[in-house]
Nanobody, 124 residues
Framework: QVHLVESGGGLVQAGGSLRLACVVS????????MGWFRQAPGKEREFVAA????????YGPDSVKGRFTISRDNAKNTVYLQMNSLKPEDTAVYYC?????????????????WGQGTQVTVSS
């Protein structure tokens, strides 16, 4: 069994920062491509960022580029999402996911394991 546990969400004012963390247990973390997705009420789950097994990164909406940074620490079985200059439109449940595709894909269907999600709320 593979388990993903996110942490670091919360309530923050616009312009603030949060760092999400996701700890993966159950298999060799370094073999996974990792991704972050988010889902706002009434909307589909959206790709935010991905990182390959060897730390090549990709980002989703233009709105997060330059503000969000994904990283991983294979020694700690952890992937991070640093979120700066947060905006109210970033409010969503953020999900961590692990894929057997080591390059870190961009679509929901290509991920094999998911965390339970962590709420991020940005107030104006």
């Amino acid at each position: 069994q593979v388990h993903l546990v996110e942490s670091g969400g919360g309530l923050v004012q616009a312009g603030g920062s949060l760092r999400l963390a996701c700890v993966v247990s159950g298999r060799t973390f370094s073999r996974y491509g990792m991704g972050w997705f988010r889902q706002a009420p009434g909307k589909e789950r959206e790709f935010v960022a991905a990182i390959s097994w060897n730390s090549f990164t990709a980002y989703g909406p233009d709105s997060v580029k330059g503000r969000f940074t994904i990283s991983r620490d294979n020694a700690k079985n952890t992937v991070y999402l640093q979120m700066n200059s947060l905006k109210p439109e970033d409010t969503a449940v953020y999900y961590c996911a692990a894929s057997n595709l080591v390059q870190g894909p961009r679509t929901v269907s290509e991920y094999d394991y998911w965390g339970q999600g962590t709420q991020v709320t940005v107030s104006s």
